[in-house]
């Protein structure tokens, strides 16, 4: 069922990266109704880098988890291999590295870098948790530029996998 306390939360968020973080790209869910206990803005692939050495990745911010997160898909499989040299990069950037199993994906796992972000609800009024949802789109662009600026780092990672 689409609530209609979301749908205007959701149009009123993508107004606001319109406006403050246009290198935000909403994507095709955030621009099209969906169900109203779905509380992940997923942004469009066009967010992130096209190296021709990433998996498919993800870049979202998770209002009631209270994190932005961007999700290398796959790589945590390879886990055990990578904590070493990304836990040394993340060292002092605020962003914690952790695997996560997609059910989706037949129980593969994601290396997911994390930074944590307000909680903010799509079902209270936007204005009252303005601040909150500015902080959470600012971490979620910092950890994007994290990642935009570490093309070489990234690169070292991948060839660990």
């Not at 988890?65 to 055990?80: K, L, P, R, T």
């Not at 836990?87 to 930074?115: C, F, H, Q, W």
């Amino acid at each position: 069922m689409i609530h209609p306390a979301k749908r205007a939360f959701t149009e009123r968020y993508v107004a606001l990266l319109r406006a403050e973080a246009p290198e935000l790209v909403p994507g095709p869910s955030m621009l099209r109704e969906s169900a109203a206990e779905s509380v992940t803005m997923i942004f469009g692939p066009e967010t992130l880098p096209r190296w021709s050495f990433l998996p498919k990745m993800r870049i979202v911010h998770q209002l009631r988890e209270a994190n932005a997160n961007i999700n290398f898909y796959g790589w945590g499989d390879h886990f055990n291999a990578l904590v070493g040299p990304v836990s040394m990069e993340l060292a002092t950037s605020g962003i914690r590295a952790i695997p996560t199993v997609n059910k989706r994906k037949e129980g593969r796992s994601g290396l997911m870098l994390v930074v944590d972000t307000p909680p903010v609800s799509h079902f209270e009024d936007f204005d009252s948790q303005i601040d909150a949802i500015r902080q959470g789109i600012s971490e979620t662009r910092r950890l994007r530029a994290w990642l935009m600026a570490r093309k070489d780092v990234v690169a070292r990672w991948a060839a660990l996998i």
